[in-house]
Each structure stands twice: as structure tokens, then as C-alpha cells.
């Protein structure tokens, strides 16, 4: 049973700068008690900054930091009560895993059978139970990972918050990682900020996904929500692949690579056009084709089984998607 030891937090009315920069212009968020959320963006979007702010690494110009309903906008960063991982793991290269996790506790000064027990559960929780003694040097780039989020949970903090923790991980280890992350967090009701540019990470991870731009919060919500109906081109570019149509009157539709129809199949659609084949890839579950029409290029997704002549560069071919699968963008918000 999920045990809800998370924290609400709130941000209101966030402004920084650093000197003629403005980082965070105006910044209004809310995260729930437990809840999963994601900060995506590009490099120098924001996210960072306000991550460091929710930790009181950085103190903002204007606006005010609650946690739990307490403003928390001048309380030292040790009295928060906030678990970090950072992208660089920042470990002590010179303390074995046990002592990297039983750091926060010895700061707490907790008596050493506490210590003890509450490092090996925690060690327990990310499988590293048999690797008390090991050096951090002596640690693969995962196992590192994992202490680092050990000694950020050992001493159960209200909120948790992790800055791109998994970007210096290979494809594979990042994914067994999220789902360890993902499985902790349903365990223990954690209250999470995660930071990513990653938007696939975002997708695997979040309950709520917030998309920054330029320091401001672009659009917010569930990931399936985001993805399907996304209420501006740039969200839906962002997030996933998607093509972008121009309609008679100035308006715009999205269309995503996998609802567009291609050969025999977008002869039959009713928007219905013809372009040239660039290039195709084969990537497992369907072919990536890349085609040059309209004007530019449209990406869709073919099925594996797809004849070659519908896939091979320098060919033409028909193509097109049902209306019912478009996610339609107000000539406002194309501009």
C-alpha cells in the first residue's frame, strides 16, 4: 500500500535574474502530494533554475516557495526536508556506498543502529544491498546512479528532486533506471520534480509534464493529454514528431507520423496528396519514410510490411490522413 509521505508544492509569482538575464520572468506552478512531475524543456529553458529554487540553492528576485502550505521562500536548504540527485551524481569518491547514503543521517545525527538500519533498507530499495563497501570508482555509471538516489531517500524527504540524473547513461541502463524510479515512486508516495530535455524520459515517467520555453511554463498536463491534444504547434512539435499542414484560411493541422496513411492505404484518405520518397528507415515496428511534398518533408510511419516500391527513394508515392486524426491549430496559434 502506497504510504504518501510526499509533500505539495507551490510556486508563486517566481521571478530571477542574474544580471541583465531573466531567467524565470514569472513563474506560477503547483505540484500535487505525490505526484510525478516533469519539467521538459531545452538547454536554458529554465527548469534548472527553478528546480534550484524549489531547493533553496537559489533564492528568487519576487515570488514565494510553499511546501505543504508553509513559505518556505527563506528557509535554509537543510531545514526543507528535500532529497537532490544531481546529473554528476556528486558522490564522495573517497567513502564507500555505505557512508555516501549514511551521510545525511550522521548531519541529522542519528544514533548508529538507526544508520545502519535505515542505509541497508534504503540500499535494499535500488538493489544494492551486497555493494556496502564499494567506492564509488568502483561502481558502474548506473550503480552510482542508484546510491545517489539511496542517499537522497535514506532519510525520507517530503519532496525529491532530480536534475537530468539519467543523461550519462546508455539507452538500455536509462531504461531499467526509469522503471526502478518509477516503481519507487509508486512504493513510497513520493512528491517528485524530475528536470529533463528528454522527451521520451518525460513521457515514460510523468503524471504531469511541464513544458518550458524561454523561462515561462508553455503548457502543462498528463503526458497522453499533451501528446494527443496539445493546445499549440510548438507543444506539439516538442513532444513527439508530428507534421504540420496548412489548411485554406491560414489555419494549421498536426497530423502524427503513425495516423498518416501511405500507398494503396492514402489513396483512400480522405486529405489525400502524392510526394516523392527521400529516404526510408527501417525501424523495427514500422518504416520511418521521409517524404518530400507540400513544400517540405512529411514523416510518416509505414507498416513492416510495407511493398518496397511504397519505401524506396525516388519513387512516388500517394499519402494522406482522416480528418478525425488531426489535431487542428487556429491561424493565432501557428504564427
Known amino acids: 500500500m502506497q504510504q504518501q509521505q510526499g509533500k505539495d508544492v507551490t510556486l508563486a509569482g517566481i521571478r530571477k535574474t542574474y544580471g541583465e538575464v531573466i531567467a524565470l520572468p514569472h513563474v506560477d506552478l503547483s505540484v500535487r502530494r505525490g505526484e510525478f512531475c516533469t519539467l521538459l524543456g531545452a538547454s536554458g529553458s529554465g527548469k534548472t533554475t527553478l528546480l534550484k529554487i524549489i531547493a533553496g540553492f537559489e533564492k528568487p528576485d519576487q515570488g514565494s516557495v510553499y511546501i505543504a502550505g508553509k513559505n518556505v521562500s527563506r528557509t535554509p536548504i537543510a531545514e526543507r526536508n528535500i532529497g537532490m540527485v544531481f546529473q554528476n551524481y556528486a558522490l564522495f569518491p573517497h567513502m564507500s556506498v555505505f557512508e555516501n547514503v549514511a551521510f545525511p ?11 545502519k538500519r535505515k542505509v541497508s533498507e534504503t540500499l535494499a530499495l535500488v538493489s544494492l544491498e551486497h555493494y556496502h563497501t564499494r567506492l564509488p570508482g568502483e561502481l558502474s555509471g548506473g550503480q552510482q546512479q542508484r546510491t545517489a538516489l539511496a542517499r537522497a531517500l535514506v532519510f525520507n524527504p517530503d519532496i525529491l528532486l532530480m536534475d537530468e540524473p539519467l543523461g550519462a547513461l546508455d539507452k538500455n541502463l536509462r531504461q531499467s533506471i526509469q522503471l526502478q524510479i518509477k516503481q519507487l515512486h509508486q512504493e513510497l508516495g513520493l512528491t517528485v520534480v524530475f528536470v529533463t530535455h528528454d522527451q521520451e524520459e518525460a513521457m515514460n515517467l510523468s503524471d504531469t509534464i511541464v513544458i518550458m ?5 508553455v503548457e502543462s498536463g498528463a503526458p497522453e493529454t499533451l501528446y494527443r491534444q496539445p493546445g499549440s504547434p510548438f507543444v506539439a512539435g ?44 527501417f525501424c523495427g515496428l514500422h518504416w520511418k519514410l521521409f517524404i518530400a511534398s507540400l513544400g517540405q518533408t512529411i514523416i510518416a510511419y509505414a507498416p513492416p510490411d510495407i511493398s518496397p516500391p511504397e519505401r524506396t527513394p525516388g519513387h512516388i508515392v500517394d499519402w494522406g490522413f482522416q480528418p478525425a486524426d488531426t489535431m487542428v491549430f487556429q491561424p493565432d496559434m501557428s504564427a
Open 213 to 217: 520555453e524561454n523561462g515561462s511554463i
Open 105 to 115: 543521517l550522521r548531519m541529522r545525527r542519528l544514533a548508529e543502529e538507526d544508520i
Open 238 to 281: 516538442f513532444l513527439g514528431e508530428c507534421n504540420f499542414i496548412r489548411q485554406d484560411g491560414g489555419g494549421m493541422v498536426g497530423i502524427r507520423p503513425e495516423h498518416l496513411l501511405v500507398g494503396r492505404q492514402g489513396q483512400l484518405a480522405v486529405q489525400h496528396h502524392q510526394g516523392e520518397i527521400q529516404q526510408a528507415t
